[in-house]
């Protein structure tokens, strides 16, 4: 059975090899094949790798434990959900579902109407290059379906700390986004190729861009808001390796997709849109090699083997040496010498796009900086996270100024005077509003109080240039995307800024009985208990929280022993309120009569994480929004 | 000069500018927040102590660890060779254990003695911090 399974398996396997090749034919101009359309094509392409997909997700649900890959990440007794996650909470498996968007990008292309058949020919092709070289690449070195003989009763588990519901959706997510500019990268190929790069390009483009780059935000958040409750720091950032890899793309494609907006509005910068094309997906492709070679060392490490490490740096060698060749024979093709005013939307959004980069580079330098250093001098040593607040900063300072600017400047030419004035009602009362908080909140840091101020401007005018408030109803305009995603960065850093001022953290050794005191809150500690589950032993504290005589919840943070394999995990429990969270940790009990508990204040947590889903909303909205444009642009 | 040329320059030269001084401050910065690694040999050889943060690891010295309440924990990280007597106090992480490997981030004082303001936490029972591989190596403790 178990090798009928294997057999069938591989073949899909090998058949979208064989299909890939087919489709990458009209890159080498060989046209003689029209048995089947494109998208039939990449239909097979598809389809084969979600059989294969979903024939993994069988094993790992009847657990059968003949394959290496279920043996050694899950366990009969494993919760149903976290035997799923478990197909790609390892590196077999998370390859195929790499692959398997990868797929399901190109089909999706191969069906939009979009671009033209020559255009959507060399698209798909360049894209079934890609797949064909990651297929060969599970086939080879690892195949997530390979069986062993022995007959093993139960398996090896799945690490306790990534059996959380958050971390289940967390991979596919951040997948979708990393694999979405895959597309971007092949599109931005085709256009290098075609020395098509312009309005239409953009257009074509646009809704892709904006969709990966959604769900990239979205991956990076869940991934964030995990370590926030999960991992019992206290924090939501670490500036750990593996965050900043995800990070790096992150902040090349939030430049991209701006430039994709100028390209289509203005039919300028065309090369600076694919160099940050092209680096998008190659920082992508390299935050999956930091990520899985174990070069980084972290949760998100799998069993690593320096052969996967070497095929990916290859593999990226080759795209970043050919995608760079073929920018530079290109490049003085596809730019259109244009003429626009200094005080134009495109001067805001460029200078934002060196800011971006320039953050991009600070991340850059401090996440390689200890790897060099190791490699070169033998020297062991770690960046402190202070190195990233007080270099991006000052950035940010200017970046929200310009992200204020930007979208009050027209297309062609604007008068700043006039802006300042139009803005004074909403400057004015900002900076009331800043003065008073100074004032209530004995804010003295100048830093501090300009991130506040700027944020404030930019949450009240990216809202009132989406919206259109007319006596009794509200319009949306058409940018209502932008001013979304606007809005919410600026109720992002608000929310950044005064959490890093006013959090307070407290460790307590509290015996049963004694009540508890950070601020204004009352711990009262009242019990504390022993629990078995299916698949781990707990001990868990019940807390409750008061305010001034208000009773607020109950906490109960707890201490989990897992058995497969044998890990202890905190859990740490949250009382959320609109204002703050407050939030406390256990320790494993060194001793029977006392236990030490921290307990932290984190003000603004619900509007940090609100700021974030605006982010992500306003990138759909600006998809949706688009689409519909796009569907008008048809009719009329 | 025409004015596109004009243009062209001006916006070269403002990029420039922002390009210097962003990796100024980045360099500048940089150098400021390096907190280096050492093993308990290292750290005696190199003399460490004084106000700047390090990190030291090495190995929980068995039947070292001890505790006078209030979170204040007393432990030893050896290399196999020299050993440091180390104060933290906070919450131990769940993976901390006598024998296991274990990083600590703090400062060297004059006396030998180190006050770790960070023990870090790690994910793995079988997980040990590559430079405290490194150093055991280096010394011959290291058994696959």
Not at chain 1, 154 to 161: K, S
Not at chain 2, 17 to 27: D, E, H, T, Y
């Given at each position: 059975m178990s090798l009928a399974i294997n057999y069938i398996a591989n073949s899909l396997l090998i058949l979208c090899l064989v299909t890939s090749i087919i489709q990458s034919r009209f890159l080498f101009r060989i046209q003689n094949y029209n048995l089947l359309s494109i998208s039939q094509l990449s239909a097979i392409q598809f389809l084969s790798i979600l059989v294969s997909f979903v024939i993994l997700i069988f094993l790992f649900i009847t657990s059968d434990f003949n394959f290496d890959l279920v043996y050694f990440h899950s366990h009969s007794e494993k919760p149903f959900i976290y035997k799923l996650s478990g197909v790609w909470g390892n590196h077999e498996g998370s390859m195929l579902l790499w692959i398997l968007i990868l797929v399901l990008?190109?089909?999706?292309?191969?069906?939009s109407k979009s671009s033209s058949q020559k255009?959507?020919?060399?698209?798909?092709?360049?894209?079934?290059?890609?797949i064909f070289g990651f297929v060969l690449f599970l086939l080879m070195l690892s195949n997530p379906f390979n069986i062993n003989n022995e007959n093993f009763n139960?398996?090896?588990?799945?690490?306790?700390?990534l059996q959380d519901p958050l971390l289940a959706i967390h991979p596919p997510i951040l997948y979708i986004g990393y694999v979405g500019f895959s597309l971007i990268f092949s599109l931005s190929i085709t256009g290098l190729l075609t020395s098509e790069v312009d309005k239409k390009w953009a257009?074509?483009?646009?809704?892709?861009?904006?969709?990966?780059?959604?769900?990239?935000?979205?991956?990076?958040?869940?991934?964030?808001?995990w370590a926030y409750y999960e991992l019992g720091w206290g924090g939501?950032?670490?500036?750990?390796?593996?965050?900043?890899?995800?990070?790096?793309?992150?902040?090349?494609?939030?430049?991209?997709?701006?430039?994709?907006?100028?390209?289509?509005?203005?039919?300028?910068?065309?090369?600076?849109?694919?160099?940050?094309?092209?680096?998008?997906?190659?920082?992508?492709?390299?935050?999956?090699?930091?990520?899985?070679?174990?070069?980084?060392?972290?949760?998100?490490?799998?069993a690593s083997d320096p052969g996967r490490g070497l095929f990916i740096l290859i593999f990226l060698f080759i795209i970043l040496s050919s995608s760079f060749l073929l920018f530079a024979l290109k490049s003085e093709k596809i730019d259109k010498p244009s003429s626009h005013n200094i005080s134009s939307r495109?001067?805001?959004?460029?200078?934002?796009?060196?800011?971006?980069?320039?953050?991009?580079?600070?991340?850059?330098?401090?996440?390689?900086?200890?790897?060099?250093?190791?490699?070169?001098?033998?020297?062991?040593?770690?960046?402190?996270?202070?190195?990233?607040?007080?270099?991006?900063?000052?950035?940010?300072?200017?970046?929200?100024?310009?992200?204020?600017?930007?979208?009050?400047?027209?297309?062609?030419?604007?008068?700043?005077?006039?802006?300042?004035?139009?803005?004074?009602?909403?400057?004015?009362?900002?900076?009331?509003?800043?003065?008073?908080?100074?004032?209530?909140?004995?804010?003295?840091?100048?830093?501090?109080?300009?991130?506040?101020?700027?944020?404030?401007?930019?949450?009240?005018?990216?809202?009132?240039?989406?919206?259109?408030?007319?006596?009794?109803?509200?319009?949306?305009?058409?940018?209502?995307?932008?001013?979304?995603?606007?809005?919410?960065?600026?109720?992002?850093?608000?929310?950044v800024v005064s959490n890093a001022v006013y959090s307070q953290e407290k460790i307590y050794d509290a015996k049963v009985g004694s009540k508890l005191q950070l601020d204004e809150y009352i711990f009262d500690f009242k019990n504390i208990e022993q629990e078995e589950k299916v698949n781990f032993n707990s001990i868990k504290a019940y807390l409750s929280l008061s305010k001034s005589g208000k009773d607020l919840g109950e906490f109960t943070p707890e201490i989990r022993f897992y058995s497969d394999p044998p890990t202890i995990t905190s859990e740490t429990s949250i009382i959320h309120q609109f204002f703050s969270d407050v939030y406390v940790v256990m320790n494993v009990p060194q001793n029977q009569e006392s236990i030490s508990l921290r307990l932290h204040i984190k003000p603004f947590m619900n509007i940090l994480w609100l700021g974030v889903v605006m982010i992500i909303l306003g990138g759909i909205i600006t998809v949706i929004l688009n689409r519909n444009n796009y569907r008008e642009n048809e009719i009329n | 000069?025409?004015?596109?040329?004009?243009?062209?320059?001006?916006?070269?030269?403002?990029?420039?500018?922002?390009?210097?001084?962003?990796?100024?401050?980045?360099?500048?910065?940089?150098?400021?927040?390096?907190?280096?690694?050492?093993?308990?040999?290292?750290?005696?050889?190199?003399?460490?102590?004084?106000?700047?943060?390090?990190?030291?690891?090495?190995?929980?010295?068995?039947?070292?660890?001890?505790?006078?309440?209030?979170?204040?924990?007393?432990?030893?990280?050896?290399?196999?060779?020299?050993?440091?007597?180390?104060?933290?106090?906070?919450?131990?992480?769940?993976?901390?254990?006598?024998?296991?490997?274990?990083?600590v981030e703090g400062i060297y004082m004059n006396d030998g003695r180190f006050i770790a303001n960070k023990v870090l936490a790690k994910h793995d029972e079988n997980y040990m911090p590559p430079e405290v591989i490194k150093s055991l190596k280096e010394t011959g403790k290291w058994q696959e």
């Open positions: 990008f190109n089909f999706l292309f191969s069906l255009f959507k020919e060399i698209t798909v092709a360049v894209q079934s290059l890609m139960d398996g090896l588990g799945l690490n306790p700390i257009t074509i483009a646009k809704p892709w861009v904006f969709a990966a780059w959604s769900f990239l935000t979205a991956g990076i958040a869940l991934g964030s808001y939501y950032w670490f500036w750990d390796p593996v965050e900043n890899a995800s990070l790096m793309p992150w902040l090349s494609a939030t430049a991209l997709i701006h430039c994709v907006v100028v390209l289509q509005r203005k039919n300028t910068m065309q090369s600076w849109t694919m160099v940050l094309a092209i680096l998008t997906f190659s920082l992508s492709l390299a935050g999956t090699f930091l990520v899985r070679s174990g070069v980084l060392n972290s949760v998100h490490t799998f495109n001067t805001g959004i460029m200078v934002n796009n060196w800011l971006l980069i320039s953050i991009l580079i600070v991340v850059f330098l401090g996440t390689m900086y200890p790897l060099a250093t190791d490699l070169l001098y033998n020297q062991s040593l770690t960046v402190g996270p202070q190195y990233y607040a007080m270099s991006i900063t000052p950035i940010i300072i200017l970046f929200l100024f310009f992200m204020i600017l930007s979208p009050q400047l027209s297309w062609g030419e604007s008068k700043l005077l006039k802006i300042l004035n139009e803005m004074r009602y909403i400057l004015i009362s900002c900076l009331t509003i800043t003065f008073l908080t100074t004032l209530y909140y004995d804010l003295f840091n100048l830093t501090e109080i300009l991130i506040i101020f700027l944020s404030l401007i930019l949450i009240i005018s990216s809202l009132s240039s989406g919206l259109n408030f007319k006596s009794t109803k509200v319009i949306v305009k058409s940018n209502f995307g932008q001013s979304m995603a606007h809005a919410g960065f600026g109720i992002f850093m608000l929310a | 000069m025409t004015d596109t040329v004009k243009k062209r320059l001006i916006k070269f030269l403002v990029s420039l500018i922002i390009f210097g001084i962003a990796i100024l401050i980045i360099v500048y910065n940089l150098r400021d927040n390096i907190v280096y690694f050492y093993s308990p040999s290292e750290i005696i050889e190199n003399n460490q102590t004084g106000s700047q943060i390090v990190r030291l690891g090495g190995l929980v010295e068995s039947e070292s660890v001890m505790s006078d309440g209030d979170s204040i924990f007393h432990f030893k990280i050896t290399d196999g060779q020299e050993q440091i007597s180390v104060k933290y106090q906070g919450i131990l992480p769940n993976l901390f254990a006598e024998e296991k490997g274990v990083v």
